[in-house]
């Protein structure tokens, strides 16, 4: 039973434009909502989140919009660059609970110079 | 500097070997977890501890089992009952689940390979 999906395995992107990545979620308890990045062979890092109260986050280039009624939630990058190329995971959990934190199958972002 | 350390970075088991992943965090983190990669999929929930002495079961616990005799530490072992361990490892770490709304920290990975 897939809780959080990323439907688009791969995305790729020329440097400057955006990059929008995108997660669907079933689970209406989910409260918390969070984006990963990762290297190959290496941990994911935390990028952003997002609590169920906002309906919009954003640090720097990187800004979270979520959906609640469409259970759908997004990652934009603006300009993106090739340094940002890496596998982003979506996540989502309850409010107190990391437990239950379920990940998405990830995107591959490319950002082309 | 602070963070989550996994130990060995690549391992190599025989098949009916039992082996066991090393993780240790001095973040002061209540909780750690176990997470399994396999290409194409999420980050899948093995088991997770909120405490010392305490931990659960995850979505996938069979063919693994851990210990957290200290806060600090939190080993996996992959029994030879685990039909399919070849697989990327992961630890990670959070604050604690008394917390709202706090992020998990991850180490750089173990990866176990069954020869």
């Known amino acids: 039973d897939q809780q959080v999906k990323q439907n688009s395995p791969s995305l790729s992107v020329q440097e400057g434009r955006i990059s929008i990545l995108n997660c669907d979620y079933t689970?209406?308890?989910?409260?918390?909502f969070l984006w990963y990045k990762k290297y190959p062979a290496e941990g994911p890092t935390f990028l952003i989140s997002?609590?169920?109260?906002?309906d919009k986050n954003e640090d720097g280039r990187f800004t979270v919009f979520l959906n609640k009624s469409a259970k759908h939630l997004s990652l934009h990058i603006v300009p993106s660059q090739p340094g940002d190329s890496a596998v982003y995971f979506c996540a989502a959990s309850g409010k107190y609970n990391n437990n239950d934190m379920r990940f998405g199958a990830g995107t591959r972002l490319t950002v082309k110079p | 500097d602070g963070g989550i350390t996994q130990s060995p970075k690549y391992l190599f088991r025989k098949e009916g070997q039992n082996v066991t992943l090393s993780c240790e965090q001095n973040?002061?983190?209540?909780?750690m977890y176990w997470y399994r990669q396999d290409p194409g999929q999420g980050l899948r929930l093995i088991y997770y501890s909120q405490i010392v002495n305490d931990f659960q079961k995850g979505d996938i616990a069979e063919g693994y089992s851990v210990s957290r005799e200290k806060k600090e530490s939190f080993p996996l072992t992959v029994t030879s009952a685990q039909k399919n361990p070849t697989a990327f490892y992961l630890c990670?770490?959070?604050?604690?689940?008394?917390?709202?709304?706090?992020?998990?920290?991850f180490g750089q990975g173990t990866r176990l390979t069954v020869v």
């Open positions: 997002i609590s169920s109260i906002k």
């Open positions: 689970n209406s308890m989910f409260d918390y």
């Open positions: 990670a770490s959070s604050i604690g689940t008394s917390y709202m709304n706090t992020e998990a920290f």
């Open positions: 973040l002061n983190h209540d909780a």
